[in-house]
């Protein structure tokens, strides 16, 4: 096994860290590792926004719902889906581009190149040994996380990286069952096999809330998110997505 493929298997997320900021050539490096993954079409349709001022960092914190480790980390990254400097070069070149940058497809294209240097980002943190954690919950709140940020239009926050020196690492989550996951030739859509994997993977994961707990929490995993799943969250999505100029055709 070699050293990438070592730092990916021992992913895990970290929400306690040092009281150590990340330096200039730290976030210089992991910026340059998230430019350097793949771009369809070349059209690299993100931007990175880094927060070191402190009140803003706090502000963040409380507007993804009060998790302090938005707050205390090294540094905090914020990546966002970005077709406004698409529209900026259209429009300097005289060219109405509008049909284009604000199409399904374009917004599904911003959504994966973001992800895609996001993980690359995030590889390349943990291979500094340091840890990192997404946070989704800078969705709760978007038009005043906009606001604090200044984004103009055609530009949507997606998640945050927060990426610091471990204070503690917790124990690793399984994951789905390789057989669950990857599927050859054709879908697996045997409902018994289905079930049968799920139910494996509900023993396993029983297993690891008993023991990190000491037997107070015994979650199965499919209980877990159909509970969340039966609370919809975030709602205002669609609406907030079409009133920044993507995704409207």
Not at 57 to 67: D, M, S, T
């Amino acid at each position: 096994m070699n050293d990438v493929i070592y730092t990916i298997l021992n992913h895990r997320s970290i929400r306690h860290f040092e009281d150590k900021p990340l330096s200039n050539e730290q976030i210089k490096s992991i910026v340059s590792c998230a430019q350097a993954a793949s771009t369809s079409s070349f059209i690299q349709a993100y931007s990175i926004i880094g927060i070191k001022d402190v009140e803003k960092k706090k502000k963040l914190a409380e507007l993804a719902g009060n998790q302090e480790y938005v707050f205390k980390n090294g540094h905090f990254f914020i990546f966002c889906a970005d077709l406004h400097r698409h529209r900026f070069i259209g429009e300097n070149k005289g060219e109405n581009i509008s049909q284009s940058i604000e199409s399904t497809e374009k917004f599904m294209v911003a959504l994966i190149d973001a992800a895609l240097a996001a993980q690359n980002a995030a590889i390349a943190a943990e291979s500094m040994g340091l840890g990192i954690c997404y946070i989704g919950g800078i969705r709760n709140n978007l038009e005043e996380v906009k606001a604090l940020l200044k984004t103009p239009e055609h530009v949507i926050p997606l998640f945050g990286l927060a990426v610091g020196y471990p204070e503690k690492r917790t124990d690793q989550k399984p994951r789905l069952p390789f057989e669950h996951i990857y599927h050859e030739d054709e879908y697996e859509q045997d409902k018994a096999v289905y079930a049968s994997q799920l139910e494996e993977y509900d023993e396993v994961i029983s297993s690891y809330y008993t023991k990190r707990s000491d037997g107070k929490r015994t979650d199965r995993w499919t209980e877990q998110i159909t509970n969340m799943l039966n609370k919809p969250t975030r709602m205002y999505m669609k609406e907030f997505i079409e009133k920044n100029k993507m995704n409207l055709k």
